[in-house]
């Protein structure tokens, strides 16, 4: 008689504790469901461009393409063999409304900067350091307002032959 009470109790101890634990996990499975709900918006992917230069000093693309806060990763790589010192080149893309003679002549003066001038840093959205050939750079940054704005080797004299546009959409 008494053993049977035992085994009473123990089966009403472990119905418990499996209805409980059921409980708890069927909360867990639902969370992660409610999260995941909203799809990522396509312009939160990044946009991944790349673009190389060689000894012949032009880009092989004059025109980027982003949305407007999307972020953006450019690979600049130097598909030539001239050193940096004969043949650096560089990527810079410069706010709206940035003279480019007048950034690219400040530039010249700014070697030990990697050609970006210091007192123009606001002038500036994002930019590479300057590579020379067989290398690779890159830089990150988030897509400023919709319109189109100006890239360029800042490297002196390559900027006539070095430059595009990048636009906003
Ligand atoms: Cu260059």
């Keep these: ?68 806060g999307q972020k953006v990763k450019i690979t600049l790589t130097h598909t030539g063999k001239a050193p940096v010192a004969a043949m650096g080149h560089n990527f810079v893309l410069l706010a709206a409304g940035v003279n480019m003679d007048e950034f690219a002549k400040a530039a010249a003066g700014a070697k030990d900067n990697d050609y970006i001038p210091a007192d123009l840093a606001d002038k500036v959205i994002a930019h590479t350091k300057t590579i020379g050939g067989g290398e690779t750079t890159e830089v990150e940054f988030t897509a400023p307002a919709k319109g189109t704005y100006d890239f360029l080797c800042s490297v002196p004299g390559h900027y006539g032959m070095m430059k595009g546009q990048f636009i906003v959409e």
């Excluded at 472990?14 to 312009?43: F, H, I, V, W």
């Design 1 to 68: 008689m008494k053993k049977t009470i035992l085994v009473a109790a123990t089966v009403l101890f472990l119905a418990a504790c499996g209805n409980k634990q059921e409980a708890t996990s069927t909360e867990t499975t639902t969370a992660p469901a409610t999260t995941e709900a909203p799809a990522p918006e396509p312009a939160n992917e990044m946009a991944d461009i790349a673009i190389s230069a060689g000894d012949d000093m032009k880009y092989d693309i004059t025109e980027i393409y982003a949305k407007e």
